[in-house]
């Protein structure tokens, strides 16, 4: 990141070597692939048409661009709930004649694959999580399913092909779709690494590199690791499973004792649910970002729910946290390399500095807060004690501002007592995330802004003949 004088201002052209259009679209390629390629949204809903599908990964991938580390942890929690779905099967059902229950029938079953169809005629099908799908087996209310992965993948498909050009050509179309992804994501990668050794070849020539250069590393590193872990994860199948329950879901719910507990997304939510920290605030700020008129990560409309949303926050195990404490600290990390590195003004150099500076110490105060406010006020076996306890208020708070912390604890429209958050959680956090979503702001604006004056070394190009002879 050193400076070279002069420094050109304006837009710099390329007819030799690098120009401003080259780093732009270069980085920018890039960071579309990263964010687009990574993200695996959750099956759509049967009545869901193309624009749908398209835009719950258009959500994804927003997020992914204006967040990484968000992302990042939704791909942790997965597959921590897929590992232990996994464990889980492996313990019960191994030795009972059924077929393998692998890493890839879990994600299956989470992203909801499975939908139930219910004996009520009043209540129509909903989907499944893995683990609501091993209780119900378990407890033999539902069939295994045996399937095997090469049927998973197979959902994308559109059936029964006629034997005809059409047929075909529709064939071909489906086995395209089937590894499109797949094979994004390797070109996104041999993208990610030929960047990557770029930049450190850069580095070690003492060749200028830009804030945009190394904010593409920041998405490379999240590109990675969300591959990682959603590589089981099956890509774009579209057709979920429809599993026939024996007994009726008012029969369930009254042996497993919860008949008069209302339920808020699906009559089998108590099986699994536990919102705990990441899932609370994350749903708290869509909500608020909804009555802003900011439609990002769009809720299912019915009751029961026609699909599992994609942007649901799952609970994350020790073996994933160990992954993104990390992991997570290097990418905020990341933007203090640009500490005294050429700004176009001494201002924006100082405002980079505050904002890198702010970035890393929302990793290194927000998970630690985190994980405490997780284990002391967002456990699983007190989400039962704040439920019974909503139900107990029979009467509303007389003072004024009583009443207005009890609407700032719990801003959902059906007052989910899974959804409520202590004020003593949620203004630190939310001071935490207001510093953050500017600062991220400022970062991702002055990559751009900056491209108005750069060093001259930052149009040079890497001496590869050091490295590889006579090329």
């Known amino acids: 990141m050193n400076d070279t004088i002069p420094t050109p201002r304006g837009w710099v052209n390329e007819p030799d070597g690098r120009g401003t259009w080259s780093i732009l679209s270069t980085c920018v390629l890039t960071i579309i692939l990263c964010c687009w390629t990574s993200v695996a949204p959750n099956l759509p809903a049967e009545s869901d048409g193309g624009f749908r599908r398209w835009r719950y ?71 499944l999580d893995a683990k609501q799908l091993y209780i119900l087996v378990k407890d033999k209310y539902l069939e295994y399913p045996n399937l095997n992965e090469e049927e998973i993948e197979d ?80 890509m774009d199948v579209n057709r979920p499973i429809t599993l026939q329950l024996t007994t009726s879901v008012a029969a369930i719910r009254e042996n497993h004792q919860v008949s008069g507990l209302k339920w808020y997304e699906t009559p089998f939510d108590y099986l699994s649910r536990d919102q705990g920290f990441l899932a609370r605030f994350w749903r708290y700020y869509i909500r608020i970002l909804h009555h802003m008129h900011i439609p990002m990560a769009t809720q299912p409309k019915r009751r029961p729910y026609d699909r599992i949303p994609s942007h649901y926050f799952l609970n994350t195990d020790s073996r994933a946290e160990i992954i993104a404490a990390p992991t997570i600290v290097l990418f905020s990390a990341m933007f203090l390399i640009a500490w005294n590195s050429h700004f176009p003004t ?60 009890a609407k700032l604890r719990n801003i959902d429209p059906e007052q989910d007592p899974d959804l409520e958050i202590p004020l003593r959680a ?46």
């Open 57 to 127: 990964k258009f959500d994804l991938a927003c997020i992914t661009l204006l967040g990484s580390e968000f992302i990042l942890m939704l791909s942790l929690g997965q597959w921590s709930s897929a590992r232990c779905s996994v464990k889980l099967t492996e313990q019960n059902f191994h030795e009972a004649g059924y077929k393998d229950w692998t890493i890839k029938h879990a994600f299956f079953a989470d992203m909801g694959g499975f939908l139930i169809k219910p004996l009520e005629a009043d209540l129509p099908s909903f989907p």
């Open 426 to 471: 949620l203004i630190p956090v939310s001071f935490l995330c207001a510093t953050y979503c500017v600062g991220r702001g400022f970062i991702l604006t002055e990559d751009l802004i900056g491209l108005r004056s750069l060093p001259e070394s930052a149009f040079q190009t890497v001496s590869w003949s050091k490295y590889v002879p006579h090329l």
């Open 155 to 234: 959902r994308n498909k559109s059936g029964k092909l006629a034997r005809s050009v059409h047929g075909y050509l529709t064939s071909l179309s489906s086995l395209l779709v089937m590894h499109y992804s797949y094979l994004g994501r390797l070109f996104t990668l041999a993208q990610a690494i030929w960047f990557t050794l770029n930049c450190i070849f850069r580095f070690a020539q003492g060749i200028f590199v830009t804030t945009l250069e190394l904010t593409t590393l920041s998405f490379i590193l999240a590109f990675l690791i969300m591959s990682y872990c959603w590589y089981h994860k099956p």
């Open 346 to 405: 001494a201002t924006e150099k100082l405002l980079w500095r505050i904002a890198s500076v702010n970035t890393l110490a929302y990793a290194l105060i927000g998970s630690p807060l985190s994980a405490y406010f997780q284990r002391t006020m967002f456990r699983a076996e007190l989400r039962q004690q704040k439920a019974q306890a909503m139900l107990d208020r029979t009467r509303e708070p007389k003072r004024w501002i009583d009443r207005f912390a």
